[in-house]
């Protein structure tokens, strides 16, 4: 079976989130295939493949909780967890174009 998981924050930042991302594909990967999209660099031990799509951070821009635009998931870090997953999508769908 092919499973992909898509962790945004996977190569940057390890806490839970990332962790059990990383444990679970690990342990899944003995017999399927696993895919995880993320935006860090693989650490190069992994049972598994990795897909690095790039995101530019700029980690000083506050969240913007609370506002009318972050309510409408219009604000700067959804907006980057949108493009992170668009760009996932695409390349994905790509890799199946050019298999066939």
Do not use: H
């Amino acid at each position: 079976m092919k499973i992909a998981f898509l962790n945004i924050y996977c190569g940057v930042i390890n806490r839970g989130g990332e962790t059990f991302t990383k444990e679970l594909a690990g342990n899944l990967s003995g017999n399927n295939e696993v895919t995880v999209f993320q935006t860090g660099k693989s650490q190069g031990d992994e049972k598994y493949q990795v897909v690095e799509i790039p995101v530019n951070w700029n980690w000083k821009k506050k969240s913007g909780e609370g506002t009318f635009i972050s309510k409408l998931f219009l604000d700067y870090w959804n907006l980057q967890i949108f493009l992170f997953t668009f760009r996932s999508i695409l390349f994905t769908i790509l890799v199946c174009i050019r298999s066939r």
